[in-house]
């Protein structure tokens, strides 16, 4: 398989006349719009203040994140590109257009503020922006993926799309509150698969985290690193490993009396 960033080439050897191949396959460079919930809950405190002991919030931990994602997606191929949108009850571009620098990035999260309750999402102009942007990039043989960051616990999004209108990949991060008599979010999240599942062009990915921690967010940022034609499902994602220490296996054929001691 061709790896994203780099030509192709067949995996070939000349020890071997039966060597395994593999066809490269070509992918398309991306255009990535962010979708960031600005409802009141985006303001939610994290569990872990910062080195300074300042309270973060989950939209300050949602933008560390996205600067995390863009400089290693930039890494792996320059020519990947970002654009930004917000979520209240309707979404809105933030800018026009897209871009492959991170200082347009920084400077267009810097305007996003999360100061009012929007109630329930709309995410219909959502679809509808990333379809018509999707057109777009398929003009210059790249694809549009839409990374939707929501936070609402209380109440689920709804849309009105057609289901064989799938023009652009869908991934989505679903930060929430513990379950309480007041707030839903297994229904929200439901109301989000259905979604995702309803647009989503290729094999798109939604996780979610109830912890409050800023770490758990930055590893799911990370797995969407990963380019949406060169994906396996998302139930096959066996990364990133534990770090536990495992104990050593110890063989159960060796005795005292078979091992050698050299002296």
């Avoid at 979708?35 to 949602?62: F, H, W, Y």
């Avoid at 102009?125 to 999707?134: C, D, I, P, T, V």
Wanted: aromatic fraction near 8%.
């Amino acid at each position: 398989m061709k790896e994203e960033g780099k030509e192709g080439e067949s995996c070939s050897s000349s020890t071997s006349s039966s060597s395994y191949t593999l066809k490269p396959i070509g992918f398309c460079n991306e255009d990535i719009l962010f979708c960031i919930d600005v409802d009141l809950e985006s303001q939610t405190e994290m569990k872990i203040p910062n080195p300074n002991g300042r309270a973060v919030t989950r939209m300050d931990a949602i933008k560390q994140a996205i600067i995390l994602f863009i400089n290693a997606k930039l890494a792996i191929n320059p020519d990947h590109r970002f654009g930004f949108a917000a979520l209240g009850q309707y979404a809105s571009m933030q800018r026009r257009d897209f871009s492959n620098e991170v200082e347009f990035a920084i400077s267009v999260l810097r305007s996003f503020t999360a100061s009012s309750s929007y109630g329930q999402a709309d995410l219909t102009q959502l679809f509808r922006l990333a379809a018509h942007e999707a057109k777009k990039s398929r003009a210059q043989n790249r694809i549009l993926r839409v990374i939707l960051i929501y936070c609402r616990s209380s109440l689920r999004p709804h849309y009105q799309w057609s289901a064989n209108q799938k023009l652009f990949t869908l991934d989505v991060i679903y930060l929430h509150d513990k379950p309480s008599p007041e707030n839903c979010p297994q229904k929200v999240y439901d109301a989000l698969v259905d979604a995702l599942e309803h647009v989503s062009e290729e094999e798109g990915y939604i996780l979610e985290s109830g912890q409050g921690l800023s770490r758990v967010l930055f590893r799911q940022i990370c797995l969407l690193l990963a380019h949406p034609q060169q994906r396996c499902v998302q139930e096959d994602i066996d990364f990133p490993k534990s770090l536990v220490k495992k104990a050593p296996t110890v063989d159960s054929t060796l005795s005292e009396d078979s091992v050698s001691i050299i002296s």
